[in-house]
C-alpha cells in the first residue's frame, strides 16, 4: 500500500537530478523521531527541505524521510534525526534516551523543531526536559548569532520560521560540535506544502520573504550537520568578513 | 708582658730620681741614678731570659717547570706544507739541549709533557705524533708549579705551545686565570709553536637542534675565526648534500677574530640529511680541515599537512574532517565544492558565504607545501583541473601522498580515466558510465596483503583482526575499477573478490585507493552495532601515517650506528631491517649500500650484506674520510626480486675541539706571560739568559742556644749594685 507520504514524495524522487551512488544510504536524508506523541505534525515538510537542499546546493539528498523510533538501531544509519511535535512529548523510556545519548556522542545531529511555535509551551517544556535527560546536567543555551551554522551556506542573520516566536536558535554543543539544536519557530512548517502544491501555512509576520530565509536556515542546518565549522577554516575568512559589510 | 715590665722599671727609676732630684751634689745624682739604672737593667735581664743561637746553614737551588705541549693539534703543519708542529718542538729541544743543561746548572729543572694532563718526560723523546685528547694549558701551569720535591722556590715555567687551549682559556685570559697566574709569583715564559702559520680560518662551532620541522624555518648558528686576515669578504655556505640551502658573506676585519653567522632555510622534506657548513680555504691557510664542518639533521612533521578536496558534503566527508580536525598532528586544508553550476541557490553571491575555488593557489603554488592529498568524491571536470593534473602527479611520483576516496564523482565515475591521475593511481580506471559503481552491498574481507599491512591492523593478533573486519558493517556499494597496477596491493576486497581498498607506491610517492564513500559506516553505524568507532578511526589514522610515511611505518629501514664517526676510528656501520612491502621479513635478502658525500655525489659501492632470518643485517662500511655521506641501501631476494630501499645520513668529523680549533693562539701565550711579568720567548733565545726568578733560599741544617742569663754572676752584681745604692742613699740622708 503506497502511503500518503511516499505519494508526496513521488515527484520529488522523480525531480532527482543525479543517478545514486552507493544507495540510500549515501545520501542526505532525514530521519524522523517516531515519539510517543503527534511525531509528524508537518508531514511535507522535511521532503520539501531535502528537495530545496538538493535543488540549492551540491549536496545530494533523498526525498523520502526515515521515520524511525528513538531506541531503532537503524537510526544509526541516519546521522541527521529531527524531533518535532506541536503538543507535548510523552518522555521517552530510558533505554530511549540512553540510544539517544549514543547517537549524539557519536556523532549524530538532533533537530527539535517546536510546531506549536509557542514560547514555553508544552512541546518546548517536554523538549527541554528531554536534553536534560540526554546530557545530565545539560541545557540548550543560544546559539550565537556568529555561530558558523549562520554562514554555513547562506549567510544568514537570526532563525527564521513559520512565525517569529523566539530571537533566537537554542543549543546543546557536544565534543566542540552542535549536536542539539532547538527551533522554536516552527522552521519546517514554513516550508510545508498541501498536496496540490500550495504552502501549507501563512508565515508572519514576514511573509514570503520569511518562508525563503527559512528555506535558508534549513538548508544552513543540514550544510552545517555535513560540514561542520568548514566555514571557520582561515581560507573562508576574508571573503565572509567582505560580505557582511556589504 | 714585655711592655709592662719596661713600664714598671721605668716608673721605679722615675720614682727614685724624684726623691734625689733636688740633691744639689751633680755627682751624687748622678751616682744614685747609674745605680738605679743598672740595678733595672739586670732586673730586665733576668726577665727576658736573652741567650745566643748558633744555626748552620745551606742555600737550595730553585725549581724551573719546562712545560712541552703533547695534544693532538700538534700534529697539524708548524707552517705550510712545513713539519707539524711536534716536530718543530722536537727540534728546538734538540738544538736547546746545550742550553738546558746550562739551565739544569742553576736550577732544579722539571721537563713535563702536557694536554688534559701532565706527566714527566724527557724533552729529547717528545713524541712527534702527539695524542693527547685536549689542550688545558692553565691547568698544566698550576700543576707543575706545585708539583716539585722539597719545597723547592719557582724560579719560573717555559711553557711551549700552539696556544690551542681548549679548556679555561679557550677564550683567553679571564680575570680569574690572571689572578690564579698571578699566584705563582713566578714569570712563564712561553714559547710559540707554530706561529708561523697563523693565517687561520676556522667554521669554529655549528650550532642547530638535532631536529627540525619541515616547512619551518631553521637557522644554523656558527662561529667563523679568521687570525691573519686582513680585511675581507668570506663566503661562509650551507650545503644539504651537495646542494647549497643557504649562504652569507661574512666581512673580515683584522681587529676581531670571531664572527657570529646565522644560515637559514626552510627544510622542504623529512629525512635524515647530512650538512656542510663550509668557507673557502685561502692561500698560506694554517689548517684546511677546519674551514668546514658537517652535521646531521632529522627534518621531521611538526604537523601532517592534509589537503581535502570534496566534491560534495556527505556524511563520509562529515566524519573525514570531524576525524581529521580532531587529531592534533594533523594541519587540515579542504576545499568542498558546495554548490555545482548547476545548483540554484535563489540568491545573489553576496548573500552566500561560498568562496571560488583557489584551484591554481592548491594545485600549483601550495601543493608541494603538503603531506597527502585526498580526493575525496571529486570531480576534477567541472573546474578545468586537467592543466593541474600533471603537477599533482608529478607532486607524487616526487614523494608526495595521494589519497581517492570513492563515490559517484571518484575513480571512473570521475572522468579519471587516461589522466595523470590514473597513471600514479594503483588500480586501473574504466571509461565513465553506469557502471563504474556498483550498488550491491559489500561485506569487507581482508586479503593476504591486507592481513599484514599496518593500515589495516585493528588489532594487534591476526585472528582478532579478521574477526573485527568481518563484523563491521556492510558498505552500501563501490567503485568499480580496472586491473590492479604492477605492485599494487589489495588489503580489503568485497566477497566476490572486488578490490575495494588497495595501495600502492607511484616513484617515490605512495598512494591509497578507498573504492567506497561510506567508510563511515565503521564509525557511525558500527557505533550502532555496539561496535564504537574505533575501527574507523584506527584504519584511517593508519592510513595516513602509511602514505605520508611515517617512519614506524616503513618497512625497510637502515640506521646508521651513531650520527658521527670519527675518522680514523671504528668505521661507519649500518642497521638495516629488510622487510617488503608486504611488511614481511625478507629473510636472505641481499643487502647493497652505495654512499655518496657532500663533495663526491656519485654514488659509491661501499658495502654489502645479507639479511639474516629476521630480516636484519649489519653493514660495516669502509674508513671514510672526513664528510657528510648518505648511505642508500637497497634489498633484492635471492631470485633477484626487488624488496625495498632506505637511506640514512651520517658524518664523519672529529668530535672533540683539540682538532677543530686547533689553529694557533699565541695571544693565549702572550697573555699568560703578561699576567706573571714573563714574556714571549723567541726560539733563538738562550734559557739560560732568560730572567727567571733566582730567590736565595736558606735551609738551616743544625741550631744550638746558649742563655746569657743563667749565671750566678747576674745575680750577685744585682745584689751588689741594690745594696750600693741603699747604701749610698742612707748615707746621704735619702729614705
Not at chain 2, 132 to 142: M, R, V, W
Not at chain 2, 331 to 350: A, E, K, N, V, Y
Not at chain 2, 449 to 472: V, Y
Request: with cysteine; net charge neutral.
Amino acid at each position: 500500500m503506497v502511503s500518503r507520504r511516499t505519494l508526496l514524495a513521488l515527484p520529488l524522487l522523480l525531480a532527482a537530478r543525479r543517478a545514486f551512488a552507493f544507495g540510500e544510504q549515501a545520501r542526505f536524508t532525514f530521519a524522523q523521531a517516531r515519539h510517543g506523541g503527534r511525531w509528524d505534525p508537518r508531514p511535507d515538510g522535511l521532503s520539501r527541505l531535502s528537495w530545496e537542499i538538493s535543488k540549492r546546493t551540491s549536496i545530494e539528498t533523498s526525498p523520502a524521510v526515515k521515520a524511525l523510533g528513538l531506541a531503532d538501531p537503524d537510526l544509526f544509519r541516519y546521522p541527521f534525526v529531527v524531533l518535532s511535535s506541536d503538543q507535548a512529548m510523552p518522555a521517552p523510556a530510558d533505554n530511549e534516551v540512553a540510544e539517544l545519548r549514543r547517537y549524539l556522542s557519536y556523532g549524530g545531529f538532533l533537530l527539535v523543531d517546536d510546531a506549536s511555535a509557542t514560547r514555553g509551551g508544552p512541546f518546548e517544556q517536554s523538549a527541554r526536559q528531554l536534553v536534560s535527560r540526554i546530557v545530565p546536567g545539560g541545557r540548550l543555551s543560544r546559539v550565537p548569532r556568529d555561530h558558523v551554522l549562520y554562514k554555513s551556506f547562506y549567510l544568514l542573520d537570526g532563525p527564521a520560521g513559520r512565525v517569529a516566536a523566539t530571537p533566537d536558535l537554542e543549543g546543546l554543543e557536544l565534543g566542540g560540535r552542535l549536536a542539539v539544536l532547538y527551533s522554536g519557530n516552527d522552521m519546517i512548517g514554513a516550508l510545508a506544502r498541501d498536496s496540490l502544491g500550495s504552502w501549507e501555512f501563512e508565515v508572519t509576520p514576514g511573509g514570503e520573504l520569511q518562508r525563503e530565509k527559512s528555506i535558508r536556515l534549513g538548508v544552513n542546518i543540514a550544510m552545517y550537520s555535513l560540514c561542520l565549522d568548514y566555514k571557520e577554516d582561515q581560507v573562508h575568512i576574508p571573503f565572509i568578513m567582505k560580505r557582511r559589510r556589504i | 708582658m714585655l711592655a709592662l715590665a719596661v713600664t714598671a722599671l721605668a716608673a721605679g727609676v722615675w720614682l727614685s730620681f724624684r726623691g734625689f732630684r733636688s740633691e744639689p751634689a751633680g755627682a751624687r745624682r748622678v751616682a744614685l741614678l747609674g745605680f738605679r739604672l743598672l740595678a733595672a737593667l739586670l732586673l730586665l735581664v733576668l726577665i727576658l731570659e736573652p741567650g745566643i743561637e748558633l744555626r748552620s746553614e745551606s742555600r737550595v737551588r730553585a725549581r724551573v717547570a719546562l712545560l712541552f705541549d703533547t695534544s693532538r693539534s700538534m700534529q697539524f703543519p708548524a707552517a705550510p706544507s712545513g713539519p707539524t708542529r711536534a716536530q718543530e718542538l722536537l727540534h728546538w729541544a734538540q738544538q736547546h739541549q746545550p742550553d738546558l743543561v746550562e739551565l739544569g746548572a742553576r736550577f732544579q729543572v722539571d721537563a713535563y709533557g702536557f694536554d688534559k694532563d701532565v706527566q714527566p718526560t724527557d724533552p729529547m723523546r717528545l713524541p712527534s705524533d702527539p695524542q693527547g685528547p685536549a689542550t688545558d694549558i692553565l691547568g698544566a701551569i698550576t700543576s707543575a708549579a706545585s708539583a716539585g720535591t722539597g719545597g723547592r722556590p719557582l724560579a719560573g715555567v717555559l711553557v711551549a705551545s700552539d696556544g690551542a687551549d681548549n679548556a679555561e682559556l679557550s677564550q683567553g685570559v679571564s680575570p680569574a686565570a690572571a689572578a690564579e697566574l698571578r699566584k705563582l709569583n713566578a714569570p712563564v715564559f712561553a714559547l710559540p709553536v707554530g706561529a708561523r702559520a697563523l693565517k687561520d680560518l676556522a667554521v669554529e662551532k655549528v650550532a642547530v637542534d638535532d631536529f627540525a620541522f619541515v616547512r619551518n624555518q631553521v637557522t644554523v648558528d656558527v662561529i667563523l675565526t679568521a687570525r691573519g686576515f686582513s680585511a675581507t669578504e668570506v663566503p661562509v655556505v650551507l650545503r644539504r648534500e651537495g646542494q647549497v640551502v643557504a649562504q652569507r658573506t661574512v666581512r673580515i676585519s683584522g681587529d676581531q677574530s670571531r664572527y657570529e653567522v646565522k644560515l637559514s632555510f626552510v627544510p622542504d622534506r623529512t629525512g635524515k640529511f647530512a650538512f656542510t657548513v663550509a668557507a673557502p680555504v685561502y692561500e698560506g691557510e694554517a689548517i684546511a680541515q677546519n674551514n668546514s664542518r658537517s652535521f646531521v639533521l632529522k627534518v621531521i612533521r611538526d604537523r601532517v599537512r592534509v589537503l581535502l578536496v570534496v566534491g560534495r558534503p556527505s556524511w563520509d566527508v562529515r566524519f573525514l574532517r570531524q576525524l581529521l580536525k580532531k587529531d592534533p598532528n594533523v594541519d587540515l586544508i579542504s576545499f568542498f565544492i558546495l554548490r555545482t553550476p548547476g545548483d540554484d541557490p535563489h540568491s545573489s553571491q553576496d548573500e552566500l558565504s561560498l568562496i571560488p575555488f583557489p584551484t591554481q593557489e592548491i594545485f600549483q603554488e601550495q601543493l608541494k607545501t603538503f603531506d597527502l592529498v585526498i580526493f575525496q568524491n571529486f570531480n576534477h571536470r567541472p573546474y578545468r583541473m586537467s592543466q593541474y593534473l600533471d603537477g599533482i602527479a608529478a607532486y607524487v611520483r616526487d614523494g608526495g601522498a595521494f589519497a581517492m576516496i570513492g563515490g559517484d564523482q571518484s575513480f571512473s565515475a570521475g572522468d579519471y580515466a587516461g589522466t595523470p591521475i590514473e597513471d600514479v593511481l594503483p588500480v586501473s580506471l574504466l571509461p565513465p558510465g553506469p557502471t563504474a559503481v556498483d550498488e550491491t552491498p559489500v561485506q569487507l574481507h581482508l586479503t593476504e596483503a591486507g592481513r599484514r599491512h599496518p593500515i589495516t591492523e585493528l588489532a594487534a593478533h591476526a585472528g582478532q583482526n579478521d574477526s573485527i573486519w568481518s563484523a563491521l558493517p556492510k558498505l552500501p556499494g563501490v567503485n568499480t575499477s580496472g586491473p590492479l597496477k604492477g605492485g599494487a596491493q589489495v588489503l580489503l576486497e568485497s566477497g566476490e573478490g572486488r578490490p575495494v581498498l588497495v595501495v600502492g607506491e607511484a616513484a617515490r610517492g605512495r598512494v591509497l585507493a578507498l573504492l567506497t564513500d561510506s567508510s563511515w559506516f565503521w564509525s557511525f553505524v558500527a557505533a550502532g552495532a555496539q561496535q564504537g568507532p574505533r575501527a574507523y578511526e584506527t584504519f584511517w589514522h593508519s592510513a595516513i601515517r602509511w602514505l605520508v610515511r611515517d617512519p614506524a611505518l616503513t618497512p625497510m629501514r637502515v640506521a646508521s650506528e651513531r650520527p658521527t664517526f670519527e675518522p680514523g676510528g671504528e668505521p661507519p656501520a649500518l642497521d638495516v631491517q629488510v622487510r617488503g612491502s608486504d611488511y614481511g621479513a625478507a629473510a636472505g635478502a641481499h643487502i647493497g649500500v652505495v654512499i655518496s658525500s657532500a663533495t663526491d655525489p656519485a654514488p659509491r659501492p661501499a658495502g654489502m650484506a645479507q639479511a639474516g632470518p629476521d630480516g636484519n643485517a649489519r653493514v660495516v662500511l669502509p674508513p671514510l674520510p672526513p664528510g657528510a655521506y648518505k648511505a642508500q641501501v637497497t634489498a633484492k631476494r635471492p631470485d633477484g626480486t626487488a624488496v625495498g630501499e632506505a637511506e640514512d645520513a651520517f658524518v664523519v668529523a672529529p668530535a672533540s675541539r683539540e682538532q677543530i680549533e686547533a689553529a694557533p693562539r699565541p695571544d693565549i701565550l702572550q697573555a699568560v706571560a703578561s699576567a706573571t711579568k714573563g714574556k714571549m720567548v723567541d726560539p733563538a733565545d738562550p734559557l739560560a739568559s732568560l730572567p727567571w726568578r733566582d730567590p736565595e733560599r736558606v735551609e738551616v741544617g743544625q741550631r744550638t742556644s746558649k742563655p746569657l742569663w743563667d749565671n750566678w754572676k747576674v745575680l750577685v752584681l744585682l745584689c751588689l749594685v741594690v745594696g750600693a745604692e741603699w747604701t749610698l742613699r742612707r748615707r746621704w740622708g735619702y729614705a
